[in-house]
């Protein structure tokens, strides 16, 4: 081989290298943003509308988006057979998930932990495996 080929076979090395770390980058970031606002609006919205948050953080957004991460960990094999850490990395962010809790007859927020809610952390680890095994399904086709 040339110099000149070397040269360019390193540097689209270099180059791919680069685009799967972004891609790492900007994955874990979308999951940790979504996951910090969620804790960020349920320490400080008060009232009926903390309900609505509730549903939309906890049931839809976290959801959706931890599924969507952890698929693309698995079908672009971020991590080889180490992509499975991605199930306790799960579990541990839906168990820290702070909410509030919420007295009924006012519908005001406690500011209280409710800690650890292992039930919660159950969905979370569902949720990446499921992920987990699509994307590994999907790399192998």
Same mark, same amino acid.
Do not use: H, Q
């Given at each position: 081989?040339?110099?000149?080929?070397?040269?360019?076979?390193?540097?689209? /090395?270099? #180059?791919?290298?680069?685009?799967? %770390? !972004?891609?790492?980058?900007?994955? +874990?970031?979308? *999951?940790? !943003? &979504?996951? /910090?606002? $969620?804790?960020?609006?349920?320490?400080?919205?008060?009232?009926?509308?903390? *309900?609505?948050?509730?549903?939309?953080? %906890?049931?839809?957004?976290?959801?959706?988006? !931890?599924? #969507?991460?952890?698929?693309?960990? $698995?079908?672009?094999?971020?991590?080889?057979?180490?992509?499975?850490?991605?199930?306790?990395? $799960?579990?541990? /962010?839906?168990? #820290?998930?702070?909410?509030?809790?919420?007295?009924?007859?006012?519908? /005001?927020?406690?500011?209280?932990?409710? +800690?650890?809610?292992?039930? *919660?952390?159950? =969905?979370? =680890?569902?949720?990446? &495996?499921?992920? =987990?095994?699509?994307?590994?399904?999907?790399?192998?086709?």
């Amino acid at each position: 081989m040339s110099m000149l080929s070397m040269e360019a076979l390193e540097e689209s /090395t270099n #180059t791919v290298k680069a685009r799967r %770390r !972004l891609e790492k980058i900007i994955l +874990f970031s979308v *999951y940790f !943003l &979504v996951w /910090t606002v $969620a804790m960020v609006v349920f320490w400080n919205v008060n009232g009926p509308a903390v *309900y609505g948050y509730d549903v939309v953080f %906890r049931w839809i957004l976290l959801p959706f988006v !931890l599924l #969507t991460v952890t698929i693309f960990i $698995a079908k672009n094999n971020y991590w080889g057979k180490g992509n499975w850490l991605a199930v306790p990395v $799960a579990a541990i /962010t839906y168990l #820290t998930v702070p909410y509030a809790s919420f007295i009924e007859e006012s519908a /005001t927020a406690t500011y209280t932990f409710r +800690f650890p809610n292992f039930g *919660y952390m159950l =969905i979370g =680890i569902i949720i990446a &495996v499921c992920g =987990i095994s699509i994307g590994s399904f999907w790399n192998r086709k």
